[in-house]
């Protein structure tokens, strides 16, 4: 089954830049979604689409994909950032949805 | 306002069965498919099953096959999963989403609503 790896956390602070990965095997062939977690929560649609933002998201929020690598990046980080962050994409030779491990963002 | 609501959770002994409802407004879930999620106490997110709107196509994850089932009422705007022979590793807050690739026509899931999740606790 298709293996989606990301860091357990990263640390940021305030006003800096933020990447958090998401690797794959051959990530860059498919499409990959992005969640932010709040504690207590539901997961929130942040990118679809390797990099569309859904309406609402700030611009902020972008990302990227290729080779074996999907890129989460939150620019001028802000307190408010700090969650849990999954990425996502299809399994389609298991017909699987299937999120990484998640990431915790942490704003210092 | 899109709205997915979450109800039937509890607590249920190893071995016993529960029955989550997820009731849709603010859209009509028949032009849409649907998803179950959970999520363990601490721990990520893990997909447990997808029914498409027309309910003719339906995937489980391979840690829940045969023992959910997945359906939906179209008529009633509302998404089901039975849970039988459950385990203490199901122990989770599920959480049913709505699947928006799937008004383009195509099977590649991805989640654009959902619900604030329903509390399963299976324990002796």
């Known amino acids: 089954s298709y293996v989606l790896t990301q860091p357990p956390s990263v640390s940021v602070a305030p006003g800096k830049t933020a990447r958090i990965t998401c690797g794959g095997n051959n990530i860059g062939s498919k499409s990959v979604h992005w969640y932010q977690q709040r504690p207590g929560q539901a997961p929130v649609l942040v990118i679809n689409y390797d990099s569309d933002r859904p309406s609402g998201i700030p611009e902020r929020f972008s990302g990227s994909n290729s080779g074996n690598t999907a890129t989460l990046t939150i620019s001028r980080v802000e307190a408010g950032d700090e969650a849990d962050y999954y990425c996502?994409?299809?399994?389609?030779?298991?017909?699987?949805?299937?999120f990484g491990g998640g990431t915790k963002l942490t704003v210092l | 306002e899109v709205q997915l609501v979450e109800s039937g959770g509890g607590l249920v002994q190893p071995g016993g069965s529960l029955r989550l409802s997820c009731a849709a407004s603010g859209f009509s879930i028949n032009t849409y498919s649907m998803n179950w999620v959970r999520q363990a106490p601490g721990k990520g997110l893990e997909w447990i099953s997808y029914?498409?709107?027309?309910?003719?196509?339906?995937y489980y994850a391979d840690s829940v096959k045969g023992r959910f089932t997945i359906s939906r009422e179209n008529a009633e705007n509302s998404l089901y999963l039975q849970m039988d022979s459950l385990r203490a590793e199901d122990t989770a807050v599920y959480y049913c989403?709505?699947?928006?690739?799937?008004?383009?026509?195509?099977?590649?899931?991805?989640?654009?609503?959902w619900g604030q999740g329903a509390l399963v606790t299976v324990s002796s």
């Open positions: 029914i498409s709107g027309s309910s003719s196509t339906i």
């Open positions: 996502q994409v299809w399994d389609g030779n298991n017909d699987h949805v299937v």
């Open positions: 989403a709505r699947d928006r690739s799937s008004i383009f026509g195509v099977v590649i899931p991805y989640f654009d609503y």
